[in-house]
């Protein structure tokens, strides 16, 4: 009678080996996870990515979550009747959709996502920019250009806002006691009003004052594409200029590209986007030797 272990056995030690390096270059790193509204399509797939939080954590990686919950604030908004837009990305927000915003955002899905890595058996603590002065708001400022006049004209966005400070010293004593921070885009202004944050440009923000090694933002599709489909698989910020420039990059693709490319620019070492409707995405990113995703890098 052979012993000869089951041949699938091994291709799981297989796997166990190919992480190695991974899990040596990684340890104790700090990696900064965006979870984006589309991502968190189903059940499923917020707990296969509560799983991957948690596994990071167990094998020595710092993991940061930023979420985001686009979708979410607009059928809320709708079930309110509440009519809602967006430039560039961007929705316009009024002082009741930030009220709206605020209350889906901090309120349902962070205390969801907190419960899921919870439920996976790690540690978590939810916050807002607004925890521990976190990140202090200014207001985003966007220009149009009319096409005929080529007049630039400035967009009011209201209470749409830009990271102006980041103060990571909660972040820092939650990682220290081994918890998960898990943050929801919104943050007050200097004016004391409510800003609601683009979760990309805020996981970027705070990616760059945490000196991450990684940014990951966990979208709907399976990267950046080409306009005839073709997954873009690395790109660099010149790149992605032209990519905008030619409109090839458009609507919510815009925010993240831009946050991949101040995060860079910020001394993060590299940004992926990543298709969040894949299980275990962030697993099959970080510890396989192929990856997946779009990769910014400098
Ligand atoms: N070149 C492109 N490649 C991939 N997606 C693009 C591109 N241009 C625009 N998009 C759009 O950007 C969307 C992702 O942004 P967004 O909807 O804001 O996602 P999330 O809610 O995950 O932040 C995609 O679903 C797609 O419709
Ligand atoms: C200013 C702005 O657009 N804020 C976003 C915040 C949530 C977000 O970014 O969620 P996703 O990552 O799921 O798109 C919004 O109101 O939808």
Redesign the pocket.
Known sequence: MSHAPDPELLAKTETLIEALPYLQRYAGKIFVV???????GNAELARDFAEDIVLLKAVGILPVVV????????AMLKRLGIETR?VD???V?DAE?AQV?EMV?AGSINKELVAWIERAGGRAAGISGKDAGLVRARK?LRTTRDPDSAIEQVVD?GF??EPESVDTALIDTLLAANIVPVIA?VAVGADGHTY???????AGAIAAALGAARLFLL?DVAGVMTKDKQLLTDLTPADIALLIEDGTISG?MI?KLETCVTAIEGGVDAAVILDGRIGHVMLLEIFTRRGVGTLVHA
């Open positions: 965006k979870y984006g509204g589309h991502a968190m979420h985001g919950g686009g979708p979410q604030i607009g967006f990305g961007l929705r927000t959709t915003a955002l985003a966005l749409v806002g885009p609601n944050i683009n979760a990309d440009t805020m979208t919510g925010p």
